[in-house]
């Protein structure tokens, strides 16, 4: 599992952390039922507090895209991922809105800025042989 966190970024390093897991997830690269690193392992290997990494895996565990377990530690969803939901579609509609609102102050066209996103969807799906839900 590869993870670059960027240290100077204005985004905090636990959702760096959920953002890159979870494009592990969707891109095939992290495989439901997989174990993933303790969190102290994690920690000390990304170099950040163990308390961060624990936050990571907690709100991914409450979104349904991890299992904690006594035994087995921290593993990926093995029972099927979350489904799109009412929280989730207003999430997004937030970020694009965000997102789109400063494509346009920055004068790129809608045409463009639906090319970018079309994009990088399709990029993270290549690692599952082109598989899309």
């Known amino acids: 599992m ?3 966190l960027d240290l100077q970024s204005e985004t905090p390093l636990y959702t760096q952390l959920i953002d890159q897991l979870i494009e592990g997830i969707a891109s095939g690269e992290l495989k439901p039922g997989e174990p993933l690193p303790s ?6 290997d990304l170099g950040i507090n163990l308390h961060t990494v624990n936050k990571s895996y907690n709100l991914l565990k409450q979104e349904g895209f ?3 377990h006594r035994k087995k530690g ?4 093995p029972d099927g991922m979350p489904g799109v939901t009412q929280e989730f579609e207003e999430k997004l509609r937030r970020t ?3 997102l789109a609102a400063e494509t346009a102050v920055r004068g790129m066209t809608e045409e463009a800025f639906v090319q970018q996103s079309r994009s990088i969807y399709r990029d ?3 690692n599952r042989g082109g598989e899309q839900r």
Not at 39 to 44: D, H, K
Not at 74 to 77: A, D, F, L, M
């Open 39 to 44: 969190v102290r392992s994690l920690a000390e």
């Open 74 to 77: 921290v593993i990926v969803q």
């Open 96 to 98: 694009l809105r965000s």
């Open 66 to 68: 991890l299992q904690v």
């Open 124 to 126: 993270i799906l290549t």
């Open 2 to 4: 590869f993870i670059e």
